[in-house]
């Protein structure tokens, strides 16, 4: 069964960096889509940013040019640096892990990580 631990939020200031680090194990068949969520209070969850096993990116609009999504396929890790962080980033940020089984895609999730950016 697969498993994601992720690593990395905390506080910081506004105009501030963090990087969010992912590690996925327990995987029998191939990872697809690796990303990351974010949910802030009394908010839904959104997608930040996920990457392909290809490397295809997608990005939420309001991160383009501050985050950056990247992947190493033969650690099943996916990392998420965060530049020019503001408070609207503040969340709980969640790993998202897909996994290609024979039936059809799994989705494993992180147990999330705070990040709470000051102004």
């Known amino acids: 069964q697969v498993q994601v631990k992720e690593s990395g939020g905390g506080l910081v200031q506004a105009g501030g960096s963090l990087r969010l680090s992912c590690a996925a194990s327990g995987i029998i068949f191939s990872i697809d889509g690796m990303g990351w969520y974010r949910q802030a209070p009394g908010k839904q969850r959104e997608l930040v940013a996920l990457?392909?096993?290809?490397?295809?990116?997608n990005y939420q609009e309001s991160v383009k040019g501050r985050f950056t999504i990247s992947r190493d396929n033969a650690k099943n890790t996916v990392l998420l640096q965060m530049n020019s962080l503001k408070p609207e980033d503040t969340a709980v940020y969640y790993c998202?892990?897909?996994?290609?089984?024979?039936?059809?895609?799994?989705?494993?999730w992180g147990q999330g990580t705070l990040v709470t950016v000051s102004s």
């Open positions: 998202y892990v897909e996994e290609a089984q024979p039936g059809g895609y799994v989705e494993v």
């Open positions: 990457i392909l096993s290809g490397g295809t990116t």
